[in-house]
Nanobody, 125 residues
Framework: QVQLVESGGGLVQAGGSLRLSCAAS????????MGWFRQAPGKEREFVAA????????HYAGSVKDRFTISRDSAKNTVHLQMMSLTPEDTALYYC??????????????????WGQGTQVTVSS
């Protein structure tokens, strides 16, 4: 059974930083993209970042590019999201995702992918 467990969320002041982590278990994900989505109250879940199986290919939402950095440790089945220069607009529940199909990712929310339970990030002004 696949399980994703996020950690690292919390409360931070605007301009601060946080590092999210996600540990995946239950099978090997050596050919799968991993990534992060977020969902703010009253809004749809939106793509944040994704990283390919090699760790060399990354994709970001325009709103976080140059502020967030995604990385992964494939040997440990973990993915991280370093977030800097946070603003109140970054406040959301952040979800870890492992894309079910090998060598494929999408910026669209797909409930058939593997999802974590989410970790809350709150940025105060």
């Amino acid at each position: 059974q696949v399980q994703l467990v996020e950690s690292g969320g919390g409360l931070v002041q605007a301009g601060g930083s946080l590092r999210l982590s996600c540990a995946a278990s239950g099978r090997s994900f050596g050919t799968n993209y991993m990534g992060w989505f977020r969902q703010a109250p009253g809004k749809e879940r939106e793509f944040v970042a994704a990283i390919d199986w090699s760790g060399l290919g990354t994709h970001y939402a325009g709103s976080v590019k140059d502020r967030f950095t995604i990385s992964r440790d494939s040997a440990k089945n973990t993915v991280h999201l370093q977030m800097m220069s946070l603003t109140p607009e970054d406040t959301a529940l952040y979800y870890c995702v492992v894309y079910r199909r090998s060598f494929s990712f999408s910026r669209d929310y797909d409930p058939s992918n593997y999802w974590g339970q989410g970790t809350q990030v709150t940025v105060s002004s």
